[in-house]
């Protein structure tokens, strides 16, 4: 159990929260009540459904602040589920060779990503006229009220606003328009509502252009914009997608021959002692994960934190990493996790390199390269019962009839990912 998974539950025990929730819709808790056992800035923070703390989920709560110094419990629906299909081949963009002072190789930071987004122009052309950056941070939100939808019944929940804190990774001007961007440098499966209708109700009270609510993901090069609108004012459940724009700057691309030749040169290695075989089905977390590790060392409850994963897939990716030899392990009581310097000096090279020099690390592993081999011998994805044969055949320490099945996806979701890098660098 987590320390805010712990701390949160002795709180629902001492308020008897959750039989107040039952008879008065809702319970307001103070930030001196939370701090008491905790900090509460670090036990309110939730910017995704996956990062609530257990009895949260257990009894489908969330939490949502009213005020600087106090936050309320409820059935809130606070989240907003992200589609994922964003456009197959996102627009190129140059560089402006007279910037140095970004290195557009080395975006692991929300603030990094998001300056280059708008010093490339992509802000620009995502508002739709030439903005300027002209708000950013921390600020009160003043004095305002909504409504929110009750998840268990077919209610809302009538809320007042007075001056809590709300924070905006980038607010961008244009002429006619004003855009609240909130950033993440990961994929993301959903986001907290309030991080952008907490801004939008502020900066909606003082200035008179159309405000544009837009959330940005930066993962695996390339930036990703959904760019909503508030249908009705007062309703936080009110957000509609607009557009989705996806942008990559330009570089190198990535031909199928690259690959190959990866393939042809790479030198099978011995299975890493002490660690699983991966169980994580979608690489680009994993990519994700270095950026996460690529400015400082976190623990495994850090990770589940500031990232969409819960504790058992903070495991599974951090695992996957330290198999590619790309994170190390610090301690094993309290574990602690860091790129290792092959994962660090990876991270810093131009787009193509980064890549391919990935692709070397997974195919240096003998069940991944012979998967891939069967690729290139029949031109075909491998089928699931073929790359358990694979398996099978292979020196591997995993036990349990229905795991090797269950790893296969693994492997397989690998490979695509491998074999998808020609069509997603060059586009």
């Not at 949260?56 to 602040?65: G, V």
């Not at 290695?269 to 977390?285: H, S």
Request: overall charge negative.
């Amino acid at each position: 159990m987590s320390k805010n998974d712990a701390a949160w539950t002795e709180l629902f025990e001492r308020h008897d929260i959750l039989n107040k929730i039952q008879r008065s819709e809702y319970f307001r808790i103070s930030s001196s009540q939370i701090n008491a056992l905790r900090e509460a800035r670090l036990m309110a923070k939730f910017d995704h459904s996956v990062n609530l703390p257990n009895i949260f989920r257990a009894h489908n709560l969330t939490i949502l602040p009213d005020s600087r110094g106090a936050y309320l419990i409820g059935h809130f629906d606070a989240y907003q589920t992200i589609r994922a299909d964003f456009p197959v081949n996102p627009i190129e963009i140059s560089f402006p060779p007279v910037i140095e002072s970004i290195d557009y190789t080395n975006l692991y930071s929300e603030a990094s990503a998001l300056l280059c987004a708008y010093n490339c122009g992509i802000i620009d052309d995502v508002v739709g006229e030439p903005v300027n950056l002209t708000v950013l941070g921390r600020m009160s939100t003043s004095r305002f009220a909504y409504r929110i939808r009750n998840t268990q019944v077919d209610s809302w929940y009538n809320i007042n606003v007075e001056n809590a804190q709300c924070e905006i990774d980038g607010g961008f001007e244009g002429s006619t328009k004003f855009a609240i961007v909130e950033a993440k440098t990961y994929i993301a499966d959903d986001f907290l509502i309030r991080q952008l209708y907490y801004p939008y109700r502020l900066w909606q009270s003082k200035i008179k252009k159309w405000i544009l609510p837009i959330f940005m993901s930066y993962s695996n090069d390339v930036f990703n914009f959904l760019i909503y609108e508030f249908k009705d004012v007062e309703n936080y459940n009110s957000l509609e997608l607009i557009e989705q724009r996806s942008y990559k700057i330009a570089s190198e691309s990535i031909e199928l021959e690259d690959i190959f030749e990866v393939f042809q040169q790479v030198q099978i290695l011995p299975e890493p002692i002490g660690v699983p075989f991966p169980q994580a089905d979608n690489f680009r977390r994993v990519i994700d994960l270095l950026g996460l590790l690529y400015h400082s060392d976190l623990t495994a409850q850090s990770i589940t934190l500031e990232y969409q994963f819960d504790q058992r897939q903070t495991q599974y990716y951090t695992r996957s990493a330290m198999y590619l030899g790309l994170v190390n392990r610090l301690t094993d009581t309290s574990p602690v996790y860091t790129l290792s310097e092959l994962g660090k000096s990876i991270l810093q090279m131009p787009a193509k390199q980064k890549y391919l020099a990935i692709v070397r690390q997974i195919l240096q592993h003998e069940v991944f390269y012979k998967v891939t081999e069967l690729y290139f011998k029949n031109s075909v994805r491998p089928s699931r019962e073929a790359v358990v044969t694979i398996m099978q055949n292979a020196s591997l320490n995993i036990s349990g009839t229905t795991t090797i099945p269950r790893r296969a996806q693994t492997v397989l979701a690998w490979v695509d990912w491998i074999l998808s890098l020609p069509r997603a660098i060059n586009h």
